[in-house]
């Protein structure tokens, strides 16, 4: 049980309206995640709570916050659509609404005192409308996404494996995939930029 009925304890306010206590919370937190949980949701409406409000309402320690940081990245390696690091504090996030790219950090909110929002699909600052499914109001919003989930280049085309298969122009940003056939060198079909694939050089 999460809420105790004793009076010398403090209780904070969860998303859901439901009251926990921060330190029983963080106990039951740390026994889900080594069993393999990475989603966490309230005992008493099942309201999901994300990662983020986790940090929150469990109150941990800068000391304490790199084993949760470490497990969590563990438990959901290659699961992007639901996790990833905030661009300003490198903490993870969980977006819980996957039809709206704009996600906020509650740890660089409180520092800035005001809401900090990102982007899911470029990790810049949000900028424009919300919500958004599609891009932000960012320039190169599109472009950095592909750059960012593109997959890279399977084993066998040495020495090209391992490079992302799409590539931005380092002179125009202009994005640019290797047909995978001779030199590593390739020529920027906008700009006439020649460069070194592997390199960007």
């Known amino acids: 049980h999460l809420e105790v009925g004793l009076s010398h304890l ?4 969860a998303s859901c309206g439901h009251k926990v206590e921060p330190t029983g919370l963080k106990t039951w937190w740390g026994k889900k995640i080594k069993m393999g949980h990475f989603t966490f949701n309230c005992p008493k409406c099942t309201k999901e709570w994300a990662w983020q409000e986790m940090r929150k309402l469990t109150q941990i320690t ?3 916050m790199p ?5 969590i990245e563990q438990l959901t390696k290659g699961r992007h659509d639901d996790y990833k690091k905030c661009p300003e504090c490198c903490l993870y996030v969980q977006r819980i609404d996957s ?3 704009c996600v906020p950090c509650l740890p660089c909110s409180k520092k800035k005192e005001k809401v900090y929002k990102f982007c899911w ?8 409308d919300t919500p958004r499914m599609d891009c ?3 320039p190169l919003c599109t472009a950095t996404a592909t750059l960012l989930s593109c997959p890279v280049i399977p084993d066998g085309y040495d020495p090209l494996s391992g490079c992302p298969t799409f590539r931005a122009c380092p002179n125009c940003e202009t994005l640019i995939q290797h047909t995978l056939r001779g030199c590593n060198n390739v020529t920027c079909p906008n700009c006439a930029n020649y460069f070194c694939y592997r390199c960007l050089k």
């Open 10 to 13: 403090s209780f904070v306010e």
């Open 62 to 64: 800068q000391g304490e």
């Open 67 to 71: 084993w949760f940081e470490r497990k």
């Open 99 to 101: 039809e709206n790219l």
């Open 121 to 128: 699909a470029c990790l810049r600052e949000w900028q424009g």
């Open 136 to 138: 932000c109001d960012n």
